[in-house]
């Protein structure tokens, strides 16, 4: 039986890079694959957040980066404004992650934000974003040109409300532990102990 991770997120999200970074820390050297699953917190038509309002320098300032510091985490508050909805972005993970690189995708994309203001609403540098994970940069425009993948990220969405009844980002899911939000290291590492005992206990 395969072990893994699965984390909800939605990639303008700076809580969902620092539970990576918790995840990253409990598994290495483990045989634990992480799963990314799409959840978009501002889908259309809902407005996106908008750096100048009051919001988002509160939020970061008193958690977002306190808790990057306690982590060890570089990041910061992107100026990019209003933020960018992240459909586009999903689709292009959805075309990545049937090639085996959705958690490469999923990495990229919250770097590109989060270190380097990267517009994840433009097809051009999502598009620059799957080539640096190995996509193709032409087939990747010509997917979100198409739609190709608009589909599966709604029913991706879809499942997430429904049937899992996802509400925030990051919901982390391992074995039957959910966390919502950045869990402790402690608190993973004691999940992802009772996963890898049972497992074991079934084989």
Known sequence: MTKQITIY?????????LAEHVI?????????EIHWRPFELRPEPVPTLRVEDPYLPHIWKQSVYPMAERLGVPIRLPTISPQ??????FEVFTMADEQGLGHSFSMRAMKAFFHEEKDLGNPKVLADL??????????????????????????????AHEDMGITSVPTII???????GVPSTNELQRAVDRVISDTGSQG
């Open 84 to 89: 960018p909805r992240t459909d586009k972005a």
């Open 9 to 17: 997120t939605d990639y303008v999200c700076p809580y969902c890079l």
């Open 24 to 32: 990253e820390d409990v598994i290495q050297g483990q045989d634990i």
């Open 130 to 159: 799957g080539a640096d994970v190995g996509l193709e940069r032409e087939a990747v425009l010509s997917a979100l040109a198409k739609g190709t993948y608009r589909e599966r990220h709604l029913e991706a969405l879809r499942h």
């Open 174 to 180: 391992v074995g039957k532990q959910i966390f919502r």
